[in-house]
Structures are given as C-alpha cells and as structure tokens.
C-alpha cells in the first residue's frame, strides 16, 4: 500500500504533505531530505490514528506526487481495522463473530503486531472475506525515491507472461 506525498517548494524548503492524510507534512532542505522525512511523518500519522482507534484514510490513485510505502506489518494492521470497519463492527462484535477475545483483535490492529498468514487467512474466511498478497520487484525505497537496479538477464517479458510466471499471486 502506498499514499501519494506531494511536494512543493517553499521559502529554499521542499514541503511534503500527503492529501490522503490531513496534518500530515513534513519538510526537508532537500527533495529527498523531505522525502525521507515524509516517509517517517506517513508511518506515525498512520499509528497514531491506529492507537487512538481511529479509522485512517484511505488512499487514493493521484497523479502528479510520489508514491510513500507503509511498512507491512503497518499495512495490515490498517487493512483489519478496514475491515472491521467496512463491516459496521466493534473489536467486541468482531471478536465474536471470529470466535477470538477481544483483546486479541485489539491485538491484530495494533502497527506493532505481526499476524502468520494462517492466522489472517482464518480470521477472514470466518467473515467471508479473503486474504490477497502481492509482491513485487521493489519500485520505490523507503525514503520514496525510484529504485533503479540492473535486471539480469532473462526471458523477454512475453515470453515470461506466456509461460504464466510473470503474474501476480493471491493467497
């Protein structure tokens, strides 16, 4: 998952505000000074309305910024709170409808918890819901700059998509 930051410049500083995110922004005297900083300003936005129970924002497709990684396990504490949110839920009511205590929802929601994907996989499927993994060749780093490293050599692409290798993957 990742939000858009978008970046301007002012007073010889380069301001990063996310607009999925308001109050989010942090500067840098560099572009990627502020990036770098935009990357951990996101994170403890996000935690922060996680802590306070809060459901953050969703992000949404924008043009014309730099996309800013959320670290995983921060990715998935969010995705359970929008679920459970999505599903008109409290912890208490969602606890039960998975057969777990409530604190162990408090749990899964919080930035710092590490869920198996066994555990994920069985929560959803007892909501109707369903688990989806994607990974990836990175294309951003965790200060949000393009990552740009040699591919070895390899089959063309079509002929890697012919082959069915080339897909995304879900579980």
Request: hydrophobic residues 35%; contains cysteine.
């Amino acid at each position: 998952m990742q939000y858009i930051a978008k970046l301007t410049r002012e007073a010889g500083h380069w301001l990063v505000e996310f607009p999925d995110c308001p109050g989010c922004q942090t500067f840098g005297d560099t572009k990627e000074e502020g990036l770098a900083m935009a990357a951990e300003a996101l994170e403890g936005w996000l935690e922060t309305h996680l802590e306070f129970g809060d459901v953050p924002p969703r992000p949404r497709a924008r043009r014309g910024g730099v996309p800013i990684d959320v670290p995983p396990r921060l990715n998935v504490a969010i995705q359970l709170r929008w679920l459970r949110d999505d599903l008109g839920l409290s912890q208490a009511e969602f606890a039960k409808r998975v057969g777990v205590s409530q604190q162990q929802i408090a749990k899964l929601e919080k930035p710092t918890s590490n869920p198996t994907i066994r555990t994920l996989v069985e929560l959803t499927e007892k909501l109707g819901a369903r688990v989806l993994i994607r990974l990836g060749p990175p294309t951003t780093t965790r200060k949000g700059l393009i990552g740009h490293r040699p591919r070895a050599s390899s089959p063309s692409r079509g002929a890697r998509k012919a082959s069915g290798s080339g897909g995304a993957h879900s579980a």
